[in-house]
């Protein structure tokens, strides 16, 4: 068979025997640089072919150590968001309801424990909370003013939260502290049969405590104009 | 191992000798004095009583901006506490008709003077900033409107808790300043 000497540039890059991770070779074996350039592409094939490297495994393991990690991370972030995410579409779409559960009645109303926490609803003599079996009710014409505002609290929070964040170590619980949620705030003043001066609050999930406002007043309960206060400082964040 | 040289130890001990020397020569002198050396006396606080107490609404200065649910959960606050105190049959509500028929009466005014605002995540990730705090004159009157007693009262949330809970602070300091009081 008849071979032509062919220049390299006239070689075509997909020919066979042209491959340039050829180890054997007269030219390679005599020039020192050319030998210097060949050794290195060894062992950038050697690296990216996973053969047997010490520095290519470590490389390896940092770098899945370092996804894994990233996806913890996410995880988390995923975790502490959903429910926020899954609370801020609702408000546009959702029509007024007249009932409204997991309020929790701050303080003010009468037989109910501060703190406890129930359904609230909008009847047409007024509202109504409902925490086990324990009602209390506020009439539309004892009504006589209602405010709403908006406040953050912390997702981990409570004596249990608190030790939680305690036992997390190296300053731990700080990062657990970075994460809220925003709350709608309801302050209703009413008052008793014998003219006694009254105050509830409660705290509704975002974006219901307008909602319901409105329909206590669209029912006739009275509400003064009043100036809003500076909100709290990571509500301006 | 080296062992741990005893000099740190030490000076550690004597430091805290000194320093407890410090705090009791220092609380000594603060204390009244003797019987011995007579000083000026101070004015002795001579107890209230009444039957009744009436909160009145609480209304902020028109230059004070105090949230509307601070303010009430202040109103309510108060109110639970002073049932607790048990230093009174009837704690009446401001505008309750039936506390006309009282015999002796003290209405109780809380007027703010100070709101800080603070900020629950701040407390808890800086721990020495974003303390909330209200600042409110406690006012013991008389039914024709003569005071009979009046003291600063500040309530506080400096490390743990939400904003709302500086008002259940300065409701036990008002439950306080009754039980000295009455």
């Not at chain 1, 925003?182 to 219901?208: C, N, P, Q, R």
Request: net charge positive; with cysteine; hydrophobic share 40%.
């Amino acid at each position: 068979m008849r071979t032509r000497k062919r220049s390299k540039s006239e070689i075509p890059a997909d020919a066979p025997g042209s491959d340039p991770f050829r180890l054997n070779g007269r030219a390679s074996e005599s020039n020192p640089i050319r030998r210097k350039n060949k050794e290195m592409r060894i062992r950038s094939v050697q690296t990216i072919l996973g053969v047997s490297s010490t520095q290519g495994e470590l490389v390896r393991q940092s770098l899945r150590l370092a996804r894994l990690l990233v996806i913890c991370v996410g995880l988390v972030f995923t975790a502490s968001a959903a429910p926020s995410f899954g609370q801020q579409p609702a408000t546009p779409q959702n029509p007024p309801s007249s009932t409204i559960p997991d309020v929790k009645c701050v303080i003010g109303l009468e037989n109910i424990k501060p703190g406890a926490t129930g359904t609230l609803a909008s009847l047409p003599t007024g509202l109504e909370f409902t925490t086990g079996n324990k009602k209390a009710a506020i009439t539309i014409s004892s009504i006589q003013d209602v405010f709403t505002g908006r406040e953050s609290r912390q997702d981990v929070s409570g004596m249990g939260g608190t030790l939680v964040e305690a036992a997390i170590p190296y300053g731990g619980g700080r990062f657990v502290s970075l994460f809220s949620h925003k709350v709608d705030v309801l302050a209703v003043e009413y008052v008793d049969s014998d003219g006694g001066f009254h105050g509830a609050i409660f705290v509704l999930s975002a974006g219901k405590a307008t909602a319901f406002k409105n329909q206590l007043v669209a029912q006739g309960a009275k509400v003064s104009t009043h100036v809003e206060a500076p909100e709290p400082k990571e509500q301006k964040q | 191992m080296k062992p741990l040289s005893r000099c740190p130890i030490l000076s550690i001990f004597w430091f805290g000798v000194g320093g407890a020397a410090l705090l009791i020569g220092a609380s000594l002198l603060a204390q009244p004095c003797a019987a011995g050396n007579p000083e000026p006396a101070a004015p002795q606080t001579q107890k209230l009583t009444a039957s009744a107490v009436q909160l009145e609404r609480i209304l902020p200065p028109q230059d004070l901006l105090i949230p509307e649910d601070t303010r009430v959960s202040m109103y309510e606050n108060v109110i639970l506490q002073l049932i607790k105190t048990k230093k009174f049959q009837h704690v009446y509500r401001s505008g309750d008709r039936t506390a006309a028929d009282a015999p002796d009466l003290v209405v109780l005014h809380l007027i703010p003077e100070a709101f800080k605002p603070g900020s629950q995540k701040e407390r808890e990730v800086i721990t020495i900033a974003g303390a909330t705090s209200i600042k409110v004159k406690v006012q013991f009157t008389s039914r024709e409107d003569k005071v009979l007693l009046e003291k600063d009262v500040v309530g506080k949330v400096r490390f743990y808790g939400e904003n709302m809970r500086a008002t259940y602070d300065l409701a036990k300091k008002v439950a306080a300043l009754v039980n000295e009081s009455f």
